[in-house]
């Protein structure tokens, strides 16, 4: 058999529907547990971004927040949107907001175990992630080291290339930059950022991604305000189709589910593994900070960037809807020869915006692809920091940047279908691994919920006391503790 369609086979089964139950269910039943702290706390999520400053020991909760944003918030806000509307119809957004919604609360929890059980690097910096806790509070070196390999392939090797190969042809399309020029570019500023080390990447973050995601949701809301009264009907729309009741689209009832939870999941990242790397370098006085600021980063993604995009469609009707049963045949054909994905906003926009609308689009996906890229390598970073505390790998680190700039030139000009299988089948079985684990490691982060929410009852700014939460092995967080107290004390 060939390897492609080996991997392909692994694949279907890696992101069977039974993933996406899991990430459902998980999601409701944190979510419940927690008692939906991601409504709870929403006002508290706001206040947070801006808690803290960057230290030289780890940076600030808004840089965290930026640099697991910039994972989250990537192509899959554009293409991913497009495609679940074209087969799983409008209703499909609905149900990416409700796996944003439960996200939320499993972000949280990834987010503060990686709090809680962080560690040092040997340069000082705070690091951590799944592979430090599944080693430290599930006791299973072997789960740590299997989470991390399939991270650095994944994150290191295989996604990069993705990113880049969509920057590429985003602009080759758009604007007429050759593919080679575009490869020159994404490579060079690549390793401006990543040799740079952490700090660069957190500040270039804290810039680029904020900037980008509310410069497209402005553009998003000046097209809907410019069709506002087709808001109500679209709004009608998509809540019909999400329950098989739209005439039009009730055929699409349990592909609107599937769809819209397989691109909410792929798109707002929440239990695959990959926010809890950012969040364990922010330098903050208790872990539920952090992981209250993560749950937020899913509302982002979802709630605010997806949604614009699918707004986008929907009002201007420049989307198509596949039959099921016939891909040739369509429920709904709003425009012509587009394949799904990017072009379908970029259509949208250039019908309302000519001469602007593709060109933002591309430049959009340019700074949402590049972040992502970024992130990817931090992420593949962390983990071979964690596999390099044992085995000594500290070599790798320079050769993986180098990987990375490689990959990113070798993406932008040559796509692999065999690459997108590959990273596919990487961040699945990372999903797997890791929600799976945080199943069996929810107390300390529950546990640390409650501590919080006392403190601020109580009118305190919260500090974590990790041995009087029952948490033993995470001798740093004395030390976090007595600095900030003693800051308190001046």
Not at 246 to 253: N, P
Request: charge should be neutral.
């Amino acid at each position: 058999m060939e390897l492609g369609k080996l991997v392909g086979q692994i694949n279907d089964w890696v992101w069977s529907p039974a993933l996406i139950y899991l990430c459902l269910g998980v999601g409701l039943f944190f979510s419940l547990r927690g008692r939906f702290l991601q409504v709870r706390h929403f006002g508290g999520m706001l206040r947070l971004l801006m808690d803290g400053k960057s230290s030289e020991q780890g940076v600030s909760s808004f840089q965290a927040l930026a640099m697991s944003l910039a994972g989250r918030v990537g192509t899959g806000n554009i293409a991913g949107v497009a495609t679940a509307i074209t087969f799983g119809g409008p209703g499909a957004l609905f149900w990416m907001w409700v796996v944003a919604f439960l996200g939320a609360s499993t972000a949280f929890v990834e987010s503060t175990l990686a709090q809680i059980y962080k560690e040092r690097d040997s340069a000082g910096h705070f690091i951590g992630g799944p592979a430090y806790y599944f080693e430290k509070a599930l006791g299973k070196k072997w789960y740590g080291v299997l989470f991390a390999v399939c991270a650095i392939i994944a994150c290191g090797v295989l996604l990069p290339g993705v990113q880049a190969n969509a920057i590429a042809d985003s602009l080759q399309h758009s604007i007429g930059i050759a593919p080679t020029v575009s490869a020159a570019v994404v490579s060079i500023l690549l390793a401006f950022v990543i040799f740079g080390g952490v700090k660069r990447i957190a500040t270039v973050a804290e810039v680029v991604v904020p900037f980008m995601a509310l410069a497209y949701i402005i553009v998003a809301m000046v097209i809907i305000l410019l069709h506002l009264g087709e808001l109500p009907h679209v709004l009608g729309l998509i809540v019909r189709s999400a329950f098989g009741m739209d005439a039009g689209f009730g055929a699409l009832l349990g592909l609107a589910i599937q769809w819209g939870v397989k691109r909410g999941v792929y798109s707002n990242e929440a239990g695959q593994g990959t926010g809890p790397h950012p969040s364990a370098a922010a330098d903050v006085s208790h872990p539920a900070k952090q992981g209250l600021v993560q749950a937020f980063s899913v509302y982002i993604d979802t709630l605010f960037v997806c949604s614009a995009t699918g707004f986008m469609l929907l009002i201007t009707g420049l989307y198509n809807v596949q039959d099921p049963h016939n891909a040739d045949v369509y429920l709904y054909h709003g425009v012509n020869g587009v394949a799904a994905g990017p072009g379908y906003v970029q259509t949208a926009m250039e019908n309302i915006m000519p001469g602007f609308g593709a060109m933002f689009v591309a430049v959009a996906l340019f700074f949402f692809a590049f972040t992502t890229i970024i992130a990817y390598y931090y992420m593949a970073e962390t983990n071979v920091r964690y596999l390099s505390r044992t085995l000594k790998l500290e070599w790798m680190i320079p050769v993986l940047k180098i990987v990375a700039v490689g990959v990113a030139i070798y993406g932008s000009i040559k796509t692999a279908d065999l690459a997108w299988a590959l990273g596919d089948l990487g961040v699945g079985m990372m999903a797997w691994l890791n929600i799976v684990g945080i199943l069996f490691l929810q107390k300390p982060a529950f546990a640390a919920l409650r501590d919080y929410e006392a403190q601020l009852k109580a009118g305190k700014d919260p500090i974590y006391d990790a041995e009087a939460n029952g948490v033993h092995n995470a001798p740093i967080w004395r030390e976090i503790a007595a600095n900030y107290r003693a800051m308190d004390k001046q």
